[in-house]
């Protein structure tokens, strides 16, 4: 028999299939998720956990008039093969192929980007009020996971949106997991009430018992439904979403499909806005990933029979732990807090060694910036590791509650630069143009293990104020022999007095020295200003090119406000009159491998070599 799977080419063809079928389709989709995410890496765990709430959101909902919206979208696999991507779906996160997210620009059945957590709820009420507005049929269903509901942002969303339209389904992926568990008291309620299962059947019995009262029942049966909480408290055990004006529906088993399907032809005609908590196992269906879900969340890629990374190799994050807890055993004022990325930024072996010192916020960037400026007031030395993509949430906590009051917080930006696969909504492009708008802020970006550990010991012992390390995903470059560090906020290296300066910071200074042995090899003589401090640039890195009669800055990172900008700025007022050029990220930066946005930007050592050699060919 031919494959179920090859029998979907849009979400309407699963009404063709027995309830059986779609089960053997299930099996079918994990076994394609496996083999993909193997081959290309990704979100492996999530992906599994959610096959069957899939297909029978599919099966039941009418997509693209219904839209479906995936909280970080990490989990978006059957989504996309089940939505006319099956065949591309071995391209997912590679160059010019499938997005890893959903994506408005790839598919009509992806109403939103995603990539970042907690935005689902709000996005979703957006278009369940445009339909509202617009007279437009159809319903809104967001998908948020128990992880991303300890974001701020999905409480503004259910606080706002509890009143309003009826064709506004939110449901609650419920494994117990963010990447590592879930934390913080939702965690804990969600695990209160997933503890009582007799509740929804209580509350479904009463009600179709009041339905068949004869005369009365209906109406007492709704005037129960809209009656305020005390009322509903007695009888139903209240949860908080109903406080805040859902219609709450749950726990249901997210592997049943015959009971999901059942559910969510029945949400379908409710006259409110429904939480529908669905209970799943990440990793379902694959024992590796059952067994340790945090590991399979996002992987490399892996040998399926195994279950065994192809690579491990040391990296920016595992060197920042391990500095952290030598400095933390030393210094009890230390503290590491991290906002749901604890494997991520390299701090388990910290929070191993310094329970009391260590501090998961969940997903809540903005106050785990907030949190380390009260622990810093209150006389801590806080570290606060964040991707750079998610400390753009932290925007204002910098400025208002770390900057501006004065108190020493260090920040460790995991991820800064291009990271690859993950693609546009994760790209670390932005941190060092925002940090630049930032008084009483300094920023360091070390290219190599050495030097974080001096950026991060001048950082938390030297420095006033906020300081910020940054560094990129994956491990050190290159390193020339004859570079030696000099522990200053700049580092010269080449042919000094050369006509021809380039300038540069973080890992593309290894590109920059690999370009320069090939100049040395055809006699051409250049000169590196390599910035160890990029904020604020330092008046002798300024002083190294000024007399240059061409300057090239190359910043993996946005071009606009960002520190070739500001370097040039500084130039010409310190009087040079050569010709500058920038070659730095202009817009989103699509997934890829990071070699490979790396040479597509013009960013890598052979970027490097043609920018420069090419126009001074040119100006000749
Ligand atoms: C703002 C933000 N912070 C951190 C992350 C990293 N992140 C991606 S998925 C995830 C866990 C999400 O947990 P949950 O929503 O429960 O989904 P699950 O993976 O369990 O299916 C985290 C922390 C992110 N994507 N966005
Ligand atoms: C979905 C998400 O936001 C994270 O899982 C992210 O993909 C992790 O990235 P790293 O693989 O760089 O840790
Ligand atoms: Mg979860």
């Keep these: 028999m031919e494959n179920l799977i090859n029998q979907i080419n849009q979400p309407d063809d699963l009404q063709n299939l027995s309830e059986k079928e779609l089960e053997m389709l299930c099996s079918e989709i994990r076994e394609k998720i496996i083999q993909t995410v193997a081959h290309n890496g990704g979100h492996l765990a999530s ?18 008039q219904d839209k479906i919206v995936w909280d970080v979208g990490h989990q978006a696999y059957t989504h996309k093969i089940l939505t006319g991507r099956r065949e591309q779906i071995d391209t997912i996160r590679t160059r010019g192929g499938l997005c ?12 939103f980007n995603a990539g970042h957590a907690s935005t689902a709820i709000s996005a979703a009420y957006g278009m369940a009020v445009a339909k509202k507005v617009r007279h437009e049929p159809g319903h809104v269903i967001a998908v948020i996971g128990d992880g991303s509901l300890t974001g701020g942002m999905a409480y503004e969303g259910l606080n706002n949106a509890g009143r309003f339209p009826k064709n506004f389904i939110v449901i609650l992926n419920d494994n117990k997991m963010s990447i590592s568990r879930s934390v913080g008291a939702m965690a804990r309620y969600l695990a209160q009430i997933r503890t009582k299962p007799g509740y929804l059947r209580a509350k479904g019995n009463l009600e179709s018992a009041l339905d068949k009262l004869p005369g009365v029942g209906p ?30 529906y749950g726990p249901f088993d997210g592997h049943n499909l015959p009971q999901l399907l059942e559910v969510l032809e029945n949400a379908k005609h409710i006259e409110h806005p429904i939480l529908l908590h669905v209970i799943t196992a990440k990793g ?19 040998d399926v029979n195994t279950g065994k990374k192809l690579s491990n190799s040391e990296d920016f994050s595992s060197q920042f732990g391990q500095y952290l807890c030598e400095a933390a055993a030393n210094d009890r004022s230390i503290c590491a807090i991290t906002a749901a990325m604890q494997m991520g930024t390299g701090l388990t072996e910290f929070a191993k060694r310094f329970p009391d010192r260590f501090f998961d916020t969940g997903i809540a960037e903005e106050h785990a910036v907030t949190f380390a400026g009260g622990l810093a007031a209150g006389g801590m030395r806080p570290v606060c590791a964040i991707y750079s993509t998610f400390l753009q949430r932290g925007y204002d906590q910098i400025i208002h509650d770390a900057a501006l009051q004065n108190v020493k917080v260090t920040f460790a930006i995991d991820r800064a630069g291009v990271v690859g696969e993950d693609g546009e909504t994760h790209q670390g492009i932005f941190d060092a143009a925002f940090l630049n708008t930032i008084p009483n ?20 012992y030297d420095c006033e104020g906020v300081a910020a390390v940054r560094y990129p995903r994956g491990g050190q470059l290159f390193r020339p022999y004859d570079y030696q560090p000099s522990g200053k906020a700049f580092d010269l290296y080449g042919d000094e007095g050369a006509g021809t300066v380039l300038v540069t910071y973080g890992r593309l200074f290894s590109f920059a020295c690999e370009a320069f042995s090939r100049w040395k090899k055809q006699g051409i003589s250049v000169h590196i200003v390599k910035l160890n401090r990029i904020k604020p640039v330092s008046a002798g890195a300024v002083e190294a090119a000024k007399g240059a009669k061409h300057v090239f800055f190359f910043e993996e990172g946005i071009e606009q406000g960002g520190v070739g900008e500001h370097f040039e700025h500084l130039l010409h007022e310190a009087g040079f009159h050569g010709a500058y050029v920038l070659r730095a990220i202009q817009g989103f930066v699509r997934h890829a491998t990071m070699q490979e946005s790396l040479h597509d930007l013009g960013l890598d050592a052979d970027g490097i070599y043609r920018t420069v050699t090419d126009t001074l060919q040119n100006w000749k």
Excluded: W
């Excluded at 992906?47 to 693209?64: C, Q, S």
């Excluded at 379902?284 to 892996?302: D, R, T």
């Design 47 to 64: 992906n599994l956990g959610v096959v069957e709430l899939t297909v029978a959101l599919h099966r039941v909902f009418h997509a693209p």
């Design 100 to 111: 890893g997210y959903p994506n408005r620009a790839e598919s009509p059945y992806d109403p």
């Design 219 to 248: 109406s007492l049966h709704r005037a129960i439904s809209g009656a305020k909480t005390a009322v509903k408290h007695l009888l139903y055990n209240n949860t908080l979403f109903e406080d805040m004006g859902f219609v709450y």
């Design 284 to 302: 379902k269906g694959y024992s590796f990933a059952e067994e340790n879900p945090g590991v399979f969340h996002g992987i490399s890629k892996f």
């Design 441 to 460: 802020c300094t920023v360091f970006s070390p290219a190599y293990y050495d030097e974080l550990r001096k950026d991060l010991q001048t950082a938390l």
